[in-house]
C-alpha cells in the first residue's frame, strides 16, 4: 500500500533528498499502486502547466521512494509503467542523446545535456498486475528507461556531465537555433 495524496503531487527539484534516496522494492500491486501510475501518467502531460510534456517520470520526483515509472515510447501515445524494473543487459555501443528533467530548473531554466550512454538496454520489469515483462530499447527509449531507472537509485543526468559548459539552460538551447525542438525526459 502506497500511501500518497494524488490532489498533492508535486515534482521536486535536484536539491531536495527524495531525488538522492535508493527507492524500496514495490510488493503490492494494489489499488494504490494503480493509483500512483495514474497521477504520474496525468503528471507527466503538463507538469509545469506550461503546455510541455515530459516522457519519462519516476515516483521519486514526485517524493514517493518506491520503484515505479512511467515511459513514453517515442513516436507513439503508449505509455508503459514499469514496476520494479532491473537493468539486464547494456550495450557496449554508447550514444549520446539531447535529455532534459522535469527535477533539474523549471521553465526557461530547465537544463539539458547531451548525455552518453549505452545505446541499447535490455530490462525486465513488472507491469502493474505484477506480469513479469522484458523489454529491448534502443537509442532515446534506452535513453528514456535508463534515466527513469536511474531516479530510483538516486542518480541525475547531470551526473554523467563531467564538464559544465555542455550543460545548458533551456533558453541557450532555445539559441541554438539550427537545433532541432525535442521532447523532454
Ligand atoms: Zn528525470
Do not use: W
Not at 20 to 27: C, F, L, M, T
Not at 28 to 47: I, Q
Request: net charge negative.
Amino acid at each position: 500500500m502506497i500511501i500518497f495524496n494524488s490532489k498533492k503531487l508535486k515534482i521536486l527539484q535536484m536539491t531536495h533528498p527524495s531525488l538522492r534516496n535508493v527507492s524500496d522494492d514495490i510488493k503490492e500491486y494494489d489499488k494504490t499502486l494503480n493509483d500512483l501510475a495514474k497521477s504520474l501518467t496525468k503528471l507527466m502531460k503538463d507538469p509545469f502547466n506550461d503546455g510541455v510534456e515530459t516522457v519519462g517520470i519516476s515516483a521519486a520526483q514526485v517524493g514517493i521512494n518506491v520503484k515505479l515509472c512511467i515511459c513514453k515510447v517515442p513516436g507513439s501515445g503508449k505509455n508503459i509503467a514499469m514496476v520494479n524494473p532491473v537493468v539486464l543487459d547494456l550495450s557496449d555501443d554508447i550514444n549520446k542523446e539531447l535529455e532534459g528533467c522535469v527535477s533539474v530548473g523549471i521553465g526557461p531554466n530547465q537544463l539539458f545535456a547531451y548525455v552518453p550512454r549505452p545505446r541499447t538496454v535490455k530490462i525486465k520489469y513488472f507491469d502493474l498486475k505484477g506480469q513479469e515483462a522484458f523489454l529491448e530499447a534502443k537509442d532515446l527509449m534506452s535513453h528514456i528507461v535508463q534515466h527513469e531507472i536511474d531516479h530510483m537509485y538516486g542518480k541525475l543526468f547531470i551526473d554523467y556531465i563531467d564538464d559544465p559548459n555542455e550543460i545548458m539552460t533551456l533558453a541557450e538551447l532555445n539559441e541554438r537555433s539550427s537545433m532541432e525542438k525535442k521532447s523532454l525526459i
